[in-house]
C-alpha cells in the first residue's frame, strides 16, 4: 500500500502533464478532445526551439569533459591506490554538496578569475558537479575487476600500456558511456547552474520552462515538458542497455596477453 501511494504520488502529475499536453482545451480544466497542436505550437516557438539547442549542446560538451576527467581520475586511482581515498571523497562531496550552495559560490568566485557568466562558465560548473557521478560509476565498475587479470596479461609479455588498452578500459567503458549517457542528461535538465552561470544569451530550455511555468501554464508548456520527459527517459534506458554491455571483453583479455608492444 505504502509503494503504491509513493509510485502515485511521484508519477501521478507526469501522466497528468502528458495528458494535458494533448487536451484541446487551452486551460485544461476539462477534457475537450485530442489534439497535437500544442506540440506543433511549441516546436514552432523559436526562444523554445533555440534553448533546447543550446542545452543540448551543453550536454555534450558537459558530458565529453566529465567522461575524460572522471575516466582519468579512475585510471589514476587504479594505478595509485594511495590516491583513491582523495578522489573519492571529492567526487562525493561535490554530489553532497547542495547544487544551489555550488552555484551560489561558482557565481561569485569564477569572476574573480574573469569568467563572466555565459556559456564556458555554464560548462565548467556543470563540469565540476557532475563529473563525480562519471567517477563514482566507473570506479565501482572497475572495483570487479581481478587484479589477478592484469598481472597475467603482464606475465604473458603485455606491456602497462597494453594492459591498460586491452584490460582495463574494455572493461570500464560500458560503466563510462553508462555515466556519460546520465551526465547528459543531467546537464540537459539542469536549472540552478545554468540559470546562476549562463548569461543573456545562454539561456537554457529547463530555465525557460521555469519561466514559463512562473506565469499562466498552458498546454504547450505542458507538451514541452512532456518532450523533456521522455528524452530523460530514453537517456536512462539507453544508460541502462550500455551498463549491460559485456560484448567482446574475454576477446580483448585474449588480445592484451599478446600485446608487447
Same mark, same amino acid.
Do not use: C
Given at each position: ?6 509510485? =502515485? ?5 507526469? !501522466? ?10 487551452? #486551460? ?21 526551439? /533555440?534553448?533546447? @539547442? +543550446?542545452?543540448?549542446?551543453? !550536454?555534450?560538451?558537459?558530458?565529453? %569533459? ?6 582519468? %581520475? ?13 578522489? +573519492?571523497?571529492?567526487? %562525493? ?8 550552495? #555550488? ?10 578569475? /574573469? ?37 597475467? @596479461?603482464?606475465? #604473458?609479455?603485455? +606491456? ?17 558511456? @553508462?555515466?556519460?549517457? #546520465? ?6 535538465? /539542469? ?10 544569451? /545562454? ?10 511555468? =512562473? ?30 554491455? +559485456? ?15
Amino acid at each position: 500500500m505504502a509503494l503504491a501511494l509513493t509510485l =502515485t504520488v511521484l508519477y501521478a502529475p507526469i !501522466a497528468q502533464l502528458l495528458v494535458s499536453s494533448f487536451n484541446r482545451n487551452s #486551460l485544461t480544466a476539462s477534457w475537450k478532445g485530442f489534439t497535437t497542436r500544442w506540440y506543433s505550437q511549441a516546436l514552432d516557438n523559436e526562444q523554445v526551439v /533555440d534553448a533546447a @539547442a +543550446r542545452s543540448l549542446r551543453l !550536454a555534450l560538451v558537459v558530458s565529453f %569533459a566529465a567522461a575524460i576527467i572522471g575516466g582519468l %581520475a579512475v585510471l589514476v586511482v587504479r594505478r595509485h591506490p594511495k590516491w583513491s581515498a582523495l578522489v +573519492r571523497s571529492f567526487a %562525493a562531496a561535490r554530489l553532497a554538496v547542495p547544487e544551489i550552495v #555550488l552555484a551560489v559560490a561558482l557565481g561569485v568566485v569564477l569572476p574573480l578569475f /574573469d569568467v563572466r557568466p555565459g556559456a564556458p562558465a555554464m560548462w565548467f560548473g556543470h563540469t565540476v558537479f557532475l563529473s563525480g557521478y562519471v567517477v563514482l560509476v566507473v570506479g565501482a565498475r572497475l572495483a570487479d575487476l581481478d587484479p589477478s587479470l592484469e598481472d597475467a @596479461a603482464a606475465d #604473458l609479455g603485455a +606491456r602497462p600500456l597494453g594492459v591498460l588498452r586491452h584490460v582495463v578500459v574494455p572493461h570500464m567503458i560500458p560503466a563510462l558511456l @553508462a555515466s556519460t549517457v #546520465l551526465v547528459a542528461a543531467f546537464s540537459f535538465d /539542469d536549472v540552478l547552474l545554468s540559470n546562476r552561470l549562463g548569461g543573456p544569451q /545562454d539561456t537554457t530550455l529547463p530555465v525557460v520552462i521555469v519561466s514559463m511555468a =512562473t506565469r499562466r501554464p498552458t498546454p504547450e508548456l505542458d507538451a514541452i515538458g512532456s518532450l523533456v520527459v521522455l528524452a530523460g527517459v530514453g537517456a536512462f534506458i539507453v544508460s541502462l542497455l550500455v551498463s549491460r554491455l +559485456r560484448g567482446g571483453f574475454a576477446r580483448d583479455l585474449v588480445a592484451g596477453a599478446n600485446v608487447g608492444t
